[in-house]
């Protein structure tokens, strides 16, 4: 059974960056896609970043282009999550995510897609 499990959650300041951890386990990790996506209070979840399995393309929705970058430690069975220039608006939990596709779909990213979720770590934005 694949399990995930984020950390690196907490307070940040604004204008800041924040790092989070996607660790995996229970499964190998080239056989998923995996994605991080964010989710505030009475709002859609959202995604942010995903990469693929094999060559390590990812995606970015628009929003997150250019703040947003997503990698992984094959070694360490880990993926990041890098933002740059956080606002409180990015406040939200943060949750990393499996899709047994392996490879980032092109059209967006879809929560329903994805069939394994960690339980998320919260992320405040506030000075």
């Known amino acids: 059974q694949l399990q995930l499990v984020e950390s690196g959650g907490g307070l940040v300041q604004p204008g800041g960056s924040l790092r989070l951890s996607c660790a995996v386990s229970g499964a190998n990790l080239d056989d998923y896609a995996i994605g991080w996506f964010r989710q505030a209070p009475g709002k859609v979840r959202e995604g942010v970043a995903c990469?693929?399995?094999?060559?390590?393309?990812?995606y970015y929705p628009d929003s997150m282009k250019g703040r947003a970058t997503i990698s992984r430690d094959n070694a360490k069975n880990t993926i990041y999550l890098q933002m740059k220039s956080v606002t409180p608006e990015d406040t939200a939990v943060y949750y990393c995510?499996?899709?047994?596709?392996?490879?980032?779909?092109?059209?967006?990213?879809?929560?329903?897609?994805?069939?394994?979720w960690g339980q998320g770590t919260q992320v405040t934005v506030s000075s």
């Open positions: 995510a499996a899709d047994a596709l392996s490879i980032c779909r092109p059209y967006g990213m879809d929560r329903y897609q994805y069939d394994y």
């Open positions: 990469i693929s399995s094999g060559d390590g393309s990812t």
